[in-house]
Nanobody, 125 residues
Framework: QAQLDESGGGLVQVGGSLKLSCAAS????????IGWFRQAPGREREFVAA????????PYASSVRGRFSISRDNAKNTVYLQMSSLRPEDTAVYYC??????????????????WGQGTQVTVSS
């Protein structure tokens, strides 16, 4: 059974950094497009970043481009999201998901079949 487990969230001050991890079991991350999404209270789950099987296509939401970086460690079967220069508007529950399209870095949450339980990121001003 496929399972994704996010970790690394927490409370951080404005301008700080966090590194989120998405550890997979029951699926091999290098065979899936893995995406990070986030959901703030009262808002829809929104796309943050994704990495395809080749690792060569890594789209980012415009709101995080230049501040966040997605990467993958095949040996650890884990995908990471390095977040820097954090802002209060980055506060949300962050989820990783495995997309049914291995070659296409979809930004649509409905294209993702497996999800983790989420990790809370809170940026205080």
């Amino acid at each position: 059974q496929a399972q994704l487990d996010e970790s690394g969230g927490g409370l951080v001050q404005v301008g700080g950094s966090l590194k989120l991890s998405c550890a997979a079991s029951g699926l091999t991350v290098r065979r899936y497009t893995i995406g990070w999404f986030r959901q703030a209270p009262g808002r829809e789950r929104e796309f943050v970043a994704a990495i395809t099987t080749s690792g060569g296509d890594t789209p980012y939401a415009s709101s995080v481009r230049g501040r966040f970086s997605i990467s993958r460690d095949n040996a650890k079967n884990t995908v990471y999201l390095q977040m820097s220069s954090l802002r209060p508007e980055d506060t949300a529950v962050y989820y990783c998901g495995a997309c049914r399209y291995s070659y296409y870095p979809s930004t649509k949450k409905d294209d993702y079949d497996y999800w983790g339980q989420g990790t809370q990121v809170t940026v205080s001003s």
